[in-house]
């Protein structure tokens, strides 16, 4: 797993405008793994990722909820 720069700046970032304290479970959302392409979440904290192998493709997503 890596961090990755973009997501823990949205979430920095985030948090901070709200005044919300950031919890270590928040940091963690940005650790993805290092074989996957990050898709943003522009609708929360968690990111997409993209994962590819030569016969099969998944893009796996956190999930949101309207109000």
Do not use: I
């Not at 985030?14 to 940091?27: A, D, I, K, Q, W």
């Not at 898709?39 to 998944?58: H, I, Q, V």
């Amino acid at each position: 797993m890596v961090q990755d720069e973009g997501t823990y700046t949205r979430v920095m970032a985030m948090f901070e405008s709200r005044g919300l304290p950031v919890l270590e479970r928040n940091v963690a959302q940005a650790m993805v793994p290092d074989s996957c392409t990050v898709l943003p979440n522009l609708r929360g904290t968690a990111p997409g990722m993209w994962f590819e192998k030569t016969t099969a493709s998944s893009y796996p997503f956190p999930a949101y909820r309207t109000r």
